[in-house]
């Protein structure tokens, strides 16, 4: 018994040891080359604009408008994020949980002369509709719900995309709200 107790004052005496020693050495790693890491790809072509005025210079427009406080149902939209890119100004919405992406663009911007949207994805639905002399195109996956919408006027094009963000990814906007947007972007 004796012995089982020297041996147990030792184990426990040596991982006292241990574990003081480890507390007090200092670590010293050496430090290394610096290296470059060359990315591959293309860089991002979005710039995040602070104001509306300053996304008009960026991209090279003449300006954007859309109507203030515009709802959606009962809500306001909310203004998010305001993008430019060469030839094209992005605003970016939030209402309950849509997100809503307005553009503004170039026609001689855009490599389809058409479709500014960026949206490439198949939808069930795709109709024309003619809103204040405007032919829209619009795309979803229910009737009289707009996912994708988009137009010509003048030199420019237009576009509006409304996406649910709570796993509706049937949501669109309906003629009416539609009609708010494309009335009031210039």
Not at 47 to 70: M, N, Q, R, Y
Not at 110 to 134: A, H, M, P, R
Request: charged letters at 25%; proline letters at 2%.
């Amino acid at each position: 018994m004796r012995h089982l107790a020297k041996i147990m004052t030792i184990l426990i005496a040596s991982a006292m040891l241990i574990s003081f020693a480890g507390c007090n050495d200092t670590i010293v790693i050496p430090a290394t080359e610096e290296t470059t890491v060359e990315t591959k790809g293309r860089p991002n072509p979005w710039l995040i604009d602070s104001t509306v005025e300053e996304a008009v210079t960026h991209a090279g427009i003449d300006k954007f408008e859309i109507a203030p406080d515009i709802k959606i149902g009962e809500e306001t939209i909310h203004l998010q994020t305001i993008k430019s890119t060469e030839g094209i100004l992005e605003e970016e919405y939030y209402y309950g949980a849509v997100r809503l992406i307005v553009r503004k663009g170039k026609a001689t911007a855009v490599k389809n002369k058409e479709d500014i949207t960026g949206d490439f994805n198949s939808y069930l639905k795709i109709w024309d509709c003619k809103i204040d002399g405007k032919m829209v195109h619009c795309k979803g996956e229910r009737d009289d719900a707009a996912t994708v919408s988009y137009w010509e006027d003048g030199d420019y094009l237009y576009a509006v995309m409304a996406y649910g963000e709570g796993g509706d990814t049937g949501y669109g906007l309906n003629m009416e709200e539609l009609s708010l947007f494309v009335k009031s972007m210039r």
